[in-house]
């Protein structure tokens, strides 16, 4: 069974930095492209990051763009969201998903991050 | 980047009713076209992939249809659990960009 676990979410001031983890499990992490996705409260969804299966080329929303960084370690079965110079607006559940045929195919349960003084 | 408008924002239905969500893209995508529901408090889950294609395990009362800018996701008779938001995505460029969303409520 597929299983993804963001980790890593968590209160941080304007400004600051934060890095979310997603541990992956029941398939082969280095086969698959990977995304982040993330939700505002009470907010639609909203695509943030990707990479693709090898880490070759990453891809990222302008909101974030220069700020945030995408990476995998593919040795332990984990992605991270390296998140910099943090705004109130990135404020949301961020979400971890495997990428199938082009898809969302699985999503992870979510980390919350609260940018707040 | 791409730009996706759903339509509408909300609607409320009866059980039974058959639903048509509609979503437009600011540039053709061809049939990269992606359709997510999303439960009160849950992550998003995948009906529809490649404008039409079901996912496995998703009731065959969901349907996709469209190709270039104009998608459609019709509920052809819309049962209790289906009252969520359901979202729109493209996945011809990054960034895979979704809509706003359009939230069914129970009439």
Avoid at chain 1, 3 to 21: D, F, I, K, T, Y
Avoid at chain 1, 25 to 36: E, V
Wanted: glycine content about 10%; overall charge neutral; some cysteine.
């Amino acid at each position: 069974e597929v299983q993804l676990m963001e980790s890593g979410g968590g209160l941080v001031q304007p400004g600051g930095s934060l890095r979310l983890a997603c541990s992956a499990s029941g398939f082969t992490l280095s086969s698959f492209s990977m995304n982040w996705v993330r939700q505002a409260p009470g907010k639609g969804l909203e695509y943030v990051s990707g990479i693709t299966a090898n880490g070759g080329m990453t891809f990222y929303a302008d909101s974030v763009k220069g700020r945030f960084t995408i990476s995998r370690d593919n040795s332990k079965n984990t992605l991270y969201l390296q998140m910099t110079s943090v705004r109130t607006d990135d404020t949301a559940i961020y979400y971890c998903v495997k990428v199938e045929n082009y898809y969302g195919h699985s999503w992870g349960h979510g980390t919350l991050v609260t940018v707040s003084s | 980047d791409i730009q996706m408008t759903q339509s509408p924002s909300s609607l409320s239905a009866s059980v039974g009713d058959r639903v048509t969500i509609t979503c437009r893209a600011s540039q053709s995508i061809s049939s990269y076209l992606n359709w997510y529901q999303q439960k009160s408090g849950k992550a998003p889950e995948i009906l529809i992939y490649a404008a039409s294609s079901l996912q496995s395990g998703v009731p065959s009362r969901f349907s996709g249809t469209g190709s270039g800018t104009e998608f459609t996701l019709t509920i052809s008779s819309l049962q209790p659990e289906d009252f969520a938001t359901y979202y729109c995505q493209q996945s011809f460029s990054s960034p895979r960009t979704f809509g706003q969303g359009t939230k069914v409520e129970i009439k």
